[in-house]
């Protein structure tokens, strides 16, 4: 059933390859909300998490809510706080660490969706 308004208790739940000590809630994609050009996830990295470095043939966007941690795009690595916005071209090697003693939460938007 398409929605318009999605509760993240509500959506989809899964653990993205090659990400350790994290969770994604699928708060958008064609199948609960009809998005047939985007996607968004909330991750949701424990402390200690991570994602090993990969890469995907769209471009997708993080958006950090709270947490900090250390993204590598390329070779280049960049400190992230809540607030950041971060854009990884497609096919760009990129990987992100929790650093914080807290959970690292941010929303990751894929264009097209994934």
């Not at 071209?89 to 941010?106: A, D, E, Q």
């Amino acid at each position: 059933m398409v929605k318009y308004v999605l509760d993240p208790k509500e959506v989809r739940t899964f653990v993205p390859a090659g990400h350790i000590k994290c969770n994604a809630r699928v708060m958008l994609e064609e199948a609960n909300a009809g998005c047939k050009n985007l996607s968004m996830f909330r991750s949701e990295f424990e402390v200690g998490g991570y994602a090993d470095p990969h890469t995907h043939p769209f471009e997708q966007a993080y958006y950090i809510l709270k947490g900090h941690g250390l993204v590598t795009i390329g070779k280049d690595e960049y400190k992230v706080k809540p607030g950041n916005s971060v854009i990884f071209p497609p096919n760009m090697v990129h990987s992100i660490k929790n650093t914080s003693k807290t959970p690292l939460w941010l929303i990751a938007i894929n264009v097209p969706p994934k």
